[in-house]
Structure formats: C-alpha cells, structure tokens
C-alpha cells in the first residue's frame, strides 16, 4: 500500500457514509475474504471473515461517525489511527492492515489515547 494515509482516510470516509446509510455492503466489500476484526477492550467479536463482520454490522451497526485525528504508518502496510466519536467525543485507536487494497486486519481500541502509555 502506497499511501497508508489516504488509505485511512478513504477508510473512514467509507465507515462514516456507512454510517449515515445504514448501508454496510460497502464497507465490508472493502475487507478482505478472510478479515479479521477485533475489539481489544469491549466484550464483542473478534470476527473472522467478511460474512461474519457483515453479520456483526447488520445486527449492531454503530450508529455514530468518526473524525480522524491521526495517522502513523507502522510499515509498508499497517498503520495506526487514533479517532474522536463526533456525537459521544470519546476517542478511539484503529490498528489497520492492508492486503492490496483491501483492509485484512482491523483492531479497534476505545477510550485509546486516555489509557495508553
């Protein structure tokens, strides 16, 4: 991946328009076949896989959208963004991984930039 910011960005533009539409089928076109999606401090998933996260979606769709504050690039295909919630402003941390141009690995953190060290 090329341009791991801009591949944040998109990311989120996509979340937040999902969001909006109540319409999940695009973003998780955007995972890969076998995507792995993971809370590390909510008692949900991991989910394995684009069905399973589409599931997850229908069933509990998040309902507020996200402000990108930051992006650091881990390596040539991982990169970390921390967030703000626009309704609750509570922050977040997203760890993202790319395979080509399709996100394969998503771990979310809430309340992230408040706990970390």
């Known amino acids: 991946m090329a341009d ?3 591949a944040v960005e998109r990311h989120c533009e996509l979340f937040n328009e999902c ?3 109540g319409d999940w089928a ?3 076109a955007s995972l890969t076949d076998d995507a792995l ?3 590390t401090n909510m008692p949900v998933g991991p989910f394995h896989g684009r069905d399973q996260i589409a599931v997850a979606y229908a069933e509990q769709p998040p ?6 504050e930051a992006v650091e690039t881990l ?4 990169a970390r963004a921390l967030f703000m919630w626009d309704a609750s402003g509570d ?3 997203m760890l993202l991984r790319w395979r080509g141009d399709q996100v394969s ?3 979310v953190t809430f309340g992230a930039q408040t706990t970390s060290t």
């Open 63 to 68: 309902t507020d959208t996200m402000t990108l």
């Open 19 to 21: 969001v909006r539409t």
């Open 105 to 107: 690995a998503i771990e």
């Open 4 to 6: 791991l910011t801009r």
């Open 91 to 93: 922050d977040g941390q």
């Open 37 to 39: 999606m993971a809370f």
């Open 26 to 28: 695009p973003f998780t």
């Open 75 to 78: 390596d040539q295909d991982t």
